[in-house]
């Protein structure tokens, strides 16, 4: 397993930007509500039917961000049964952050005799590293020395803890890793960024290579509501460059902001098939076309119109940006531009991509 420390130092390095495909493979979900399984896994403590033992705790914890959930108990990988021997490869201590990716579809509501789970971050297609020199997979357990983002995995019911609401835990079969996944509010959770009071993974936007890691998914905390915890969006203005497909100012949201200095703008857009105050884009259409979503009052940049900006309530609750009262997204393929070995910003190639009945426009700011 790469540290991420590494991964950003060589990304930078090498003047590469990590915005990063995974086609979804198939998995098998436990019934229940959100996902839950161990349906005859209850109380004891030995191991056996019925036991906790080596169950993944979630915790709450603050964070610039405000409260986010982070691996809990004893760490992920923990197995009471051996108190004072980690699992070999385990790198994930308490507090380490959680994390859910857009282009996972919602898992619960999958139960044994339905449709297989089909996870969007993966283990079964993985992806030539510039930085790590050999073949990557998106997610894998967390162990698994070539899973980008590890699933937070569990050999029992996960357990709530301070702050967590237990009627929102669970988690989904994944055939592709052969083990339990927890699940928050449908949501399945990854780690990324080892140890305590580190936001690296937060709004970590992967979209197509050449670049590094193509996975087509931007990243999030996970909030106790069960939300994406984006932090405020904090919009800016694109100036054409040679490489865009541009040729006026765009207007951009910031992603990757603890992982390159100063963030990347990565060019918005509005979809036709949405109303003024409406968005039109849930399931399969948000995991290509993401929608801009924000935790508090979206900031803005010189050249923004503070007046356009406003924000909307999707249906499960997030808060998305909208600019003249028209929702904005970012494209799960856009291609990146390195300006320089720490400087970034996004082609634009999303303008005029139609689906799911509508088609994309860049925003004039």
């Not at 305590?196 to 509501?225: C, H, K, M, Q, R």
């Not at 390159?260 to 949405?274: C, E, I, L, R």
Request: proline share 10%; with cysteine; hydrophobic share 35%.
């Amino acid at each position: 397993m790469k540290t991420t420390r590494f991964k950003i130092a060589m990304a930078l390095t090498s003047g590469a930007l990590l915005l990063m495909v995974a086609p979804a493979t198939f998995a098998s979900a436990s019934p229940g509500g959100f996902g839950f399984g161990f349906g005859h896994h209850h109380g004891g403590g030995d191991g056996r039917p019925g036991s906790n033992r080596g169950a993944a705790v979630v915790s709450v914890t603050s964070s610039p961000y405000g409260q986010v959930l982070v691996v809990g108990g004893s760490g992920a990988g923990y197995d009471p049964s051996s108190p004072n021997a980690d699992p070999q490869g385990y790198l994930y201590p308490p507090g380490s952050s959680l994390y859910a990716a857009s282009i996972d579809p919602i898992a619960f509501g999958w139960g044994p005799f339905g449709p297989p789970y089909a996870a969007g971050c993966n283990a079964t297609t993985s992806a030539v590293s510039i930085v790590e020199g050999g073949p990557e997979t998106c997610a894998g357990p967390e162990t698994d020395a070539t899973a980008d983002w590890p699933a937070l995995t569990t050999l029992a019911p996960p357990i709530a803890g301070p702050g967590v609401n237990r009627g929102l835990l669970g988690s989904v079969f994944r055939t592709d890793l052969d083990a339990y996944q927890v699940t928050y509010a449908g949501h399945p959770l990854y780690l990324f960024d080892p140890g305590p009071n580190s936001f690296v993974g937060e709004d970590f936007f992967e979209t197509v290579g050449p670049i590094l890691y193509p996975w087509e998914t931007a990243w999030y905390l996970v909030s106790p509501s069960g939300q994406f915890n984006p932090g405020a969006a904090n919009l800016s203005v694109d100036t054409p460059q040679s490489g865009t497909d541009y040729t006026s100012d765009v207007l951009a949201a910031e992603m990757l902001p603890n992982a390159v200095p100063n963030g990347v703008p990565v060019a918005v857009y509005t979809f036709s098939a949405d109303t003024q105050w409406h968005s039109n884009c849930y399931g399969a259409c948000a995991r290509e076309f993401i929608p801009v979503t924000t935790l508090g009052a979206p900031t803005e940049q010189a050249g923004v119109n503070a007046g356009a900006v406003g924000v909307i309530t999707r249906w499960d609750g997030t808060q998305q940006v909208t600019y003249h009262g028209h929702p904005l997204y970012i494209y799960n393929q856009e291609q990146p531009l390195a300006l320089s070995a720490t400087a970034f910003q996004s082609v634009g190639n999303g303008n005029g991509v139609t689906a799911f009945g509508g088609t994309l426009s860049l925003v004039t700011p």
